[in-house]
């Protein structure tokens, strides 16, 4: 089946420094890969689509990667600041159903 | 301009009670989704409408069942509460089922705890 990984463990660093998220999946190739920001106490919010056929893509100091042979996908935050911290949740279709599969998030946290 | 509302943000049942969450989306949406997150988990999918008149289950739809009431509206219904149901439940829209990676658009949640 489907199977998305991200790291559970809290990423702590400092502000300044680029933040590196990974997402992992296995038994499927998807056709895009979604990022989500989830504040505490909050729903998640849409940050970032990249395609199959996308090597990387940007939004200001957001940067996300797709690597399909790796089968796995990197969101980098640089310059980070302490408003950065929340959890973000990758999210990948379920096969052709237009569903979608979420991870269960890193812990961000930027420190002053 | 609201987006996603969900009420309500807080409830607590007792052990076979019933009660239904509301959500509701002014974004003109087609589709919209129930998902329940426990620590751990993630999010997983309860029940979907893909559109106005219809709805499917998800990964985890036993305990629940839902209504579409109109293009607005979408609501989750648990029959017997069970404490395995404490969860904190969102519910999100999208312009469509999203065959080409449209995003969802998720309310605030409902915690929910049974005791």
């Known amino acids: 089946s489907q199977k998305i990984e991200q790291n559970s463990e809290a990423l702590n660093i400092q502000e300044g420094k680029t933040a590196t998220l990974t997402c992992n999946y296995t038994?499927?190739?998807?056709?895009?890969l979604q990022w989500y920001r989830q504040d505490p106490g909050r729903g998640p919010v849409f940050l970032l689509l990249?395609?199959?056929?996308?090597k990387e893509k940007r939004k200001e100091r957001l940067k996300v990667t797709f690597d399909t042979t790796l089968k796995q996908s990197l969101f980098h935050i640089t310059a980070s600041q302490p408003a950065d911290s929340a959890t973000y949740l990758c999210a990948l279709p379920a096969g052709n159903t237009g569903k979608l599969i979420f991870g269960q998030g890193t812990t961000l946290q930027v420190k002053p | 301009n609201a987006g996603v509302t969900q009420t309500p943000k807080f409830q607590v049942l007792k052990t076979g009670q019933s009660m239904t969450l509301q959500c509701a989306q002014d974004m003109n949406h087609n589709s919209m989704y129930w998902y329940r997150q426990d620590p751990g988990m993630g999010l997983r999918l309860i029940y979907y409408?893909?559109?106005?008149?219809?709805?499917d289950k998800g990964e985890v739809p036993n305990g629940y069942n839902v209504s579409r009431l109109n293009k607005r509206e979408f609501s989750l219904r648990l029959e017997s509460a069970a404490p395995s149901q404490t969860s904190v439940y969102f519910c999100a829209s999208s312009e469509t089922l999203g065959g080409m990676g449209q995003p969802q658009h998720f309310g605030d949640g409902t915690r929910l705890s049974i005791l």
């Open positions: 409408s893909a559109s106005e008149g219809t709805t």
């Open positions: 038994n499927y190739s998807p056709a895009y």
């Open positions: 990249i395609r199959e056929n996308e």
